[in-house]
């Protein structure tokens, strides 16, 4: 991931970062493994961080507004059924947009 975030900032800049990543499957909570909750929360959550942790230098850079669109979901916020690990990294998506909207506004990025 950061290889090529840094191949294409270097190279031509970055303006907006869409973090979008995201999959689960069905399992009861108290069937899950720790290898699938930390399966789903790499790529649904830390993934969401590392990349805009890896965009950060460019987008302050940015000749416009650097800005950051993270999808999440409606799991964030309601919870659904049989796919916890899911409903958790969407809350932690919606976490980790507030809390980067606040720490980046003076520098040049929009979350």
């Given at each position: 991931?950061?290889?090529?975030?840094?191949?294409?900032?270097?190279?031509?800049?970055?303006?907006?970062?869409?973090?979008?990543?995201?999959?689960?499957?069905?399992?009861?909570?108290?069937?899950?493994?720790?290898?699938?909750?930390?399966?789903?929360?790499?790529?649904?959550?830390?993934?969401?961080?590392?990349?805009?942790?890896?965009?950060?230098?460019?987008?302050?850079?940015?000749?416009?507004?650097?800005?950051?669109?993270?999808?999440?979901?409606?799991?964030?916020?309601?919870?659904?059924?049989?796919?916890?690990p899911y409903c958790s990294t969407k809350?932690?998506?919606?976490?980790?947009?507030?809390g980067l909207a606040i720490e980046w506004?003076?520098?040049?990025?929009?979350?």
């Amino acid at each position: 991931m950061k290889k090529v975030v840094t191949e294409i900032g270097e190279k031509k800049g970055l303006d907006f970062l869409i973090n979008n990543a995201g999959t689960t499957k069905r399992w009861r909570a108290e069937d899950l493994s720790e290898e699938y909750w930390d399966k789903i929360h790499r790529l649904d959550l830390d993934a969401v961080f590392y990349m805009s942790q890896y965009a950060y230098p460019y987008l302050k850079k940015s000749k416009h507004v650097g800005r950051i669109v993270n999808i999440s979901s409606m799991a964030a916020h309601l919870g659904f059924e049989e796919v916890v690990p899911y409903c958790s990294t969407k809350a932690g998506v919606t976490g980790i947009t507030r809390g980067l909207a606040i720490e980046w506004v003076n520098d040049n990025i929009l979350d």
